[in-house]
């Protein structure tokens, strides 16, 4: 089972899903609400999973797959598909242009490749383990901001307030006491993505599911960057703390997380 094999069809079923969510943005569809108001799915997340789904099943029938809407398909396999058909769904369902498809391949427990794809902003995003990560074929690295006082940073919130340790509101104030930019995109996909070109410096959420990071976290590790849970290990893509960084700032930012940095 070759690499280049697995590359062709991530790639393809990214591209055809971009193309199913391009054609309905700004259009007619319909929506609904999963759980709570505003946990939303459109008929387009349903038609963008089947897209993806058939072309891995075509290609890899005995893997197995995770993917937000339909759940687990669970297989006696070594290899693991996990699939968000749209992350930003309420920006989707808004017209605005910040969601993409997100296609990450575990192997034996490790990330092996991944895809974000937005098809409203022409950005396709790469990475396959050990190779590095790509924007639209192009090399991409982290950023090299060392200065985390001019760093420009980047969260979300999750729709229903978790158990967590502290408050994510609490966290959010005190990155903003530390006058720092904070901008919140509404799509963990496109956030992780944007710290692995270097748009943001850093990014960090509570109560992620994997088809949120599965294929940002190889992205972000390829290009250069650190991907830890908030008390600074290793994550993986089924923990539900996501610290990504360009590495230099990391320990800062988990210093404000864990209230060691209360004030500027
Ligand atoms: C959501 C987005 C958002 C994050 C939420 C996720 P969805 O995914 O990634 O940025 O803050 O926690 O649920 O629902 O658009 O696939
Ligand atoms: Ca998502
Ligand atoms: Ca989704």
Not at 70 to 97: C, K, R
Not at 111 to 135: D, Q, W
Not at 159 to 175: A, D, G, L, S
Request: aromatic residues 10%; hydrophobic residues 40%; proline residues 3%.
């Amino acid at each position: 089972m070759t690499m280049e094999k697995m590359k062709l069809t991530i790639m393809e079923a990214a591209k055809s899903a971009g193309a199913v969510i391009q054609s309905y943005f700004q259009g007619v569809f319909t929506i609904r609400s999963k759980d709570g108001i505003n946990n939303l799915v459109t008929e387009v997340d349903n038609h963008s999973e089947k897209i993806i789904i058939d072309i891995i099943k075509r290609d890899y029938p005995a893997h197995s797959i995770i993917s937000e809407e339909v759940g687990e398909l669970m297989q006696d396999s070594e290899y693991q598909w996990i699939i968000d058909p749209i992350d930003g769904t309420v920006n989707f369902a808004h017209g605005i242009p910040i969601c993409c498809v997100s296609i990450g391949l575990r192997h034996n427990g490790k990330m092996i490749m991944g895809v974000v794809y937005n098809p409203m902003m022409n950005e396709f995003f790469f990475a396959e383990r050990g190779k590095g990560a790509t924007l639209n074929g192009l090399p991409i690295r982290v950023s090299d901001k060392k200065d985390f006082k001019t760093a420009c940073l980047v969260t979300g919130f999750p729709y229903k307030w978790p158990e967590t340790k502290e408050h994510p509101i609490k966290v959010f104030e005190r990155m903003i006491m530390q006058g720092l930019p904070v901008r919140r995109l509404g799509s963990a996909a496109i956030d992780l993505c944007w710290v692995a070109c270097g748009r943001f410096d850093g990014f960090w959420e509570y109560n992620l599911n994997s088809w949120d990071v599965a294929a940002g976290y190889l992205i972000v590790r390829e290009a250069g960057g650190r991907i830890s849970n908030f008390d600074g290990t290793d994550t993986t893509v089924f923990e539900k703390e996501t610290l990504a960084t360009n590495g230099y700032i990391h320990e800062e930012m988990l210093g404000v997380i864990n209230k060691e940095i209360t004030e500027n």
